[in-house]
């Protein structure tokens, strides 16, 4: 049986996914062909990422497709509910890539707290010629420890970046209406742990409380973050999107960072993917990643290696 890793898949899952009889394929074949090339190929399992789309024409024109796998937690840009109606498994990996997007927010977070973000863009430009200039402008830094995360949305990476939270002294409210209450574990690299019980708030309070705030909820028909909610917020706080693009109104958010109600944004999801707004992309406030949450070394092992185990127990 053959697998088509459309989006490409680590060599760990290739591997795992050899050794169990498959043939692996990680041809990357354009979105318009992908019909055809499954048809032709006889492709049993298809795998994306978030690049590649499976919309009903798929599900409907490949009779022999049986598995539609997502390496990472979101499925919005496959027909999840209409493939399994056709009698088509669909997978994904939502524990995989946790740790990998916690640490991307805490990436921009830091990077934002100290100015990174734009003094990455200016120092290639004037540190020779303006050195003191840009030391004067860049001198007003904050600290996160003793600060207050907001995290909306406490499922396995809300609650990741919470942990991280925690460990770096900092206070950590939730909202979540799935999750009432919930017990965090910290394990340290000596094997000793500390334990936290967090009790989620309403949102309206935990964005008045927050000095930063992260999202973590998969897409949704409305936006999560609009002009309201920016209204609530603390002025001079920040908010990262590693989750979905479209869950914060970007109008909303560039006119939050003009009129100073942000002291700045980070953003590695987007409304209009793969082609961001020039002035997101403009933007001395926003910290900016192409999607990248899920993409390290560790989590592509995590996740090729988990898809490989599914597959293999659902065909073999």
């Known amino acids: 049986m053959k697998v088509l890793a459309n989006d490409g898949i680590s060599q760990s899952g290739i591997d795992a996914l050899e050794k169990s009889g498959f043939e ?24 994306v990422r978030s690049a590649t789309t499976v919309r009903k024409d798929i599900i409907d024109n490949c009779p022999g497709l049986k598995i539609i796998g997502r390496g990472g937690v979101g499925m919005d840009n496959i027909d999840v509910d209409y493939a ?21 927010v805490f990436a921009h977070l830091y990077g934002g707290v100290r100015f990174l973000y734009d003094s990455n863009r200016n120092m290639p430009l004037e540190g020779e010629s303006n ?74 309070e935990l964005l008045k409380q927050s000095d930063f705030i992260t999202l973590h909820v998969p897409a949704q028909k409305d936006y999560v ?14 908010i990262v999107n590693a989750a979905r693009g479209g869950v914060i109104d970007e109008v909303a958010l560039v006119e939050a960072l003009d009129n100073g109600t942000l002291a700045f944004a980070a953003l590695d999801t987007f409304e209009n993917e793969p082609k961001p707004e020039v002035k997101l992309l403009m933007h001395s ?7 990248i949450g899920a993409a390290t070394s560790e989590a592509q092992d995590r996740i090729g290696v988990e898809l490989a185990s599914q597959i293999e127990a659902i065909l073999k």
Request: net charge positive; hydrophobic share 40%.
């Open 225 to 238: 973050i609009g002009t309201a909610e920016f209204e609530l917020m603390k002025k001079g706080s920040a």
């Open 131 to 204: 050195f003191k200039g840009l030391k004067k402008a860049y001198a007003k830094g904050v600290e996160l420890k003793g600060k207050t995360l907001g995290v909306i949305g406490f499922g396995r990476i809300g609650q990741a970046t919470a942990r991280i939270a925690l460990s770096i002294g900092m206070k950590v409210v939730y909202f979540d209406p799935y999750t009432e209450k919930a017990t965090l574990e910290i394990g340290f690299f000596d094997g000793q742990t500390v334990s936290f019980n967090l009790t989620s708030i309403s949102k309206e």
């Open 84 to 104: 399994r109606e056709q009698g088509k498994s669909v997978i994904n990996t939502p524990a995989a890539s946790s740790e990998s997007v916690a640490e991307l």
């Open 285 to 291: 406030k926003i910290s900016l990643t192409p999607h």
């Open 24 to 47: 692996v394929s990680t041809t990357t074949v354009a979105q318009d062909q992908l019909l055809n090339y499954i048809n032709e190929n006889d492709i049993t399992v298809l795998l």
